[in-house]
């Protein structure tokens, strides 16, 4: 099996991204999901010299190839098998305290979508995975479609896919998987265009939400994202920044209301002692996210519903 995905991956709203960042020479990013390493590799030359990158990815094929990508850059690119939920301890026992930036470029990189033997896209035919990390045990999408009630799948689909039909699809699981399992990503792909055909209204494949729930569900995604960046808000410096790339509605929520707690100023009365305890750890200077421009969008269809929200640290 070839696990090594090829090191051609655009990083997406790079010049945003950076413009966010502010990368000064000599700072520290702290990537909170760096897969190939593209926005890596914009840092490390904007930070020349002495700027150094930690890069957590729970994908180990993908730090493989960051690593290679980045291999040029020597000791000033720190690779971090480890998930962005274990932060700080992955961090304390660096012996890092604070950095000067960090990034989160949410969900699945076109490395992973790219390889059908990953399961995650259903243009290719492939096993149904779906793990970010395959190097420990964790359950599969295939298992998850096996075990699961239908009431569950439905709720998946419904939550993580905001899937209208997600009943009528996960009826049509449960009376399929009664026949024969459902392995393949062509399997579930077909069954869902069966159940679901494609509307003279969307321009999507029936069964994109599908995909996206089930991935999203595999991998626990959304869960403690909220506790994630707030992490990462309070590991950097005074004026430090961040930035996090989401890809679709749900993870803008959580970026958005995340960032707007941690900007909130005392809730308190004027001129009352505070009793609210709460600490404005961010500066936001923007109220709306930043979308993918017009022309990026052109040549990279995968970044048209990518958007960008960022904040300074107080
Ligand atoms: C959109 S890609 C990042 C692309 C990257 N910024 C670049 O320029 O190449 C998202 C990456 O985040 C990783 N990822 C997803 N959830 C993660 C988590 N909880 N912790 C660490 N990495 C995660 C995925 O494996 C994937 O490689």
Redesign the pocket.
Known sequence: MNDQPSVR?L?VLSAEVMSALDPQPGGVLL??????????QVWLERTTPGGRVLG????RS?LEA?GERLRSYGERFRPIH????ELDSQLDSLGVALVDAALF?????S??LDQPERGFSFRFDGPLDMR?DRSRPATTAAELLAQSSEQELARIFFEFGEERQSRKIARAICEARRRTPITTAAQLADLIRRAVPASRHERIDPATRTFQALRIAV?H?LDQLDEAIEAAVRRLLPGGRIAIISFHSLEDRIAKSTLRRLAEPCRCRRGDPCSCNAVMLLRLEQRRSTPCSDQEAASNPRARSARLRWGIRQ
């Open positions: 991956h990083p990537d909170a999901t760096v897969g190939l390493g593209g926005h890596a957590f990815d729970r994908d993908a960051a480890a998930d962005y939920r470029d949410l969900g699945l990189g490395h992973q970010f991998n995604e």
